[in-house]
């Protein structure tokens, strides 16, 4: 079983950057697609970006399109979101999560693995 620790977040002001990471404990993660996930305060989790298990496909939400780019290297299992020109708007906890190979890899019900989160919040 996939665990998985997040880490990076932090508070950044409108406009800046942050890289989440999220180590995998086991070897299994290299057949997992990765995905990150946000919860903001009084809404429900929504996808941001994922990756499929080999890298060769990526999903994003389209307003972060242009802005997060997500990568994966599975030689250190390890999963990263860098997200750029941050918006008041991506303010919450950001998880990762792992699900074995499928399609769409925006669907978060088909995510089985999740790690506890990392807060990013982006105020002036």
């Known amino acids: 079983q996939a665990q998985l620790v997040e880490s990076g977040g932090e508070l950044v002001q409108p406009g800046g950057s942050l890289r989440l990471s999220c180590a995998a404990a086991e070897r299994a993660f290299r057949v997992y697609d990765m995905g990150w996930f946000r919860q903001a305060p009084g809404k429900e989790r929504e996808f941001v970006a994922a990756?499929?298990?080999?890298?060769?496909?990526?999903n994003y939400r389209d307003s972060v399109k242009g802005r997060f780019t997500i990568s994966r290297d599975n030689a250190k299992s390890t999963v990263s979101l860098q997200m750029n020109n941050l918006k008041l708007e991506d303010t919450a906890i950001y998880y990762c999560a792992a699900r074995r190979p499928g399609l769409p890899l925006s669907l978060q019900r088909e995510y089985d693995y999740w790690g506890q989160g990392t807060q990013v919040t982006v105020s002036s």
């Open positions: 990756v499929s298990w080999n890298g060769d496909s990526t």
